[in-house]
């Protein structure tokens, strides 16, 4: 009596067969299981021509603001110059981006001959959003959360994880004041004396969130 043989017959690109119906096919068919093969974007396959594009998730055309503006003014004894300063730029990572805003004055002062006074002040403000360090992880691609092959832009998981990555917050902000003020007396044409000084404040503060999922543990986090 002669037994049938049952062989597996697979047609088409190996990669291109979802590992789980391969394996299943092959339990069913030999017995026995096949190595888990890797998955692959396939060109000619439709269904993989739907998956997500993620060059589109996580990157952008970068835009800047820059604006200034300056004033001077003077007579014989006083000079003064006052600017300002704007700068916005959005990075070409989504959930990046640089933010400056300046104050600048710089006077001097001629009460007399032999006096002589000048001061310098600036206020500036800068607010970096860094995003993650990893590019892999600013769309929550990374090992640990491996890529999703198969949704089209019009699926539910699309949507709902780009609305969650727009709720990431990683602002880092500084505030600094520097005042350099300076004053000389000239005692002859050829010496004089000099006392200057300077002072510097700075404060920084670090503001971060991101949700539950975009994360391992499937938890909100938050950094303050």
Not at 38 to 57: G, H, I, K, V
Request: net charge positive; with cysteine.
């Amino acid at each position: 009596m002669r037994k049938e043989q049952k062989t597996l017959n697979i047609t088409g690109d190996m990669p291109t067969i979802t590992a789980i119906n391969l394996r299943g096919t092959a339990a069913e068919t030999t017995g026995e299981y096949l190595p888990m093969p890797r998955t692959l974007t396939d060109s000619l396959n439709p269904f993989y021509n739907n998956s997500t594009d993620w060059q589109q998730e996580i990157f952008r055309p970068s835009r800047f603001k820059d604006a200034n503006i300056a004033l001077s003014a003077g007579s014989e004894q006083n000079t003064y110059h006052l600017s300002a300063d704007y700068y916005d730029e959005s990075g070409i990572i989504k959930g990046t981006g640089f933010k400056r805003s300046s104050l600048n004055y710089n006077g001097t002062c001629h009460p007399s001959r032999r006096w002589r006074f000048s001061s310098l002040i600036n206020l500036s403000q800068t607010d970096l959003d860094r995003g993650n360090v990893l590019i892999g992880e600013q769309a929550g691609i990374s090992n640990d959360y491996p890529s999703f092959l198969y949704p089209s832009a019009s699926s539910q998981y699309y949507k709902d994880f780009a609305a969650a990555y727009e709720q990431r917050k990683n602002d880092n902000r500084v505030r600094s004041m520097l005042a350099a003020p300076q004053g000389s007396f000239g005692i002859t044409d050829y010496l004089n004396i000099t006392s200057r000084t300077a002072a510097n404040y700075q404060a920084g503060r670090k503001n971060g969130f991101s949700p539950a999922a975009l994360n391992i543990d499937k938890l909100p986090s938050a950094v303050f």
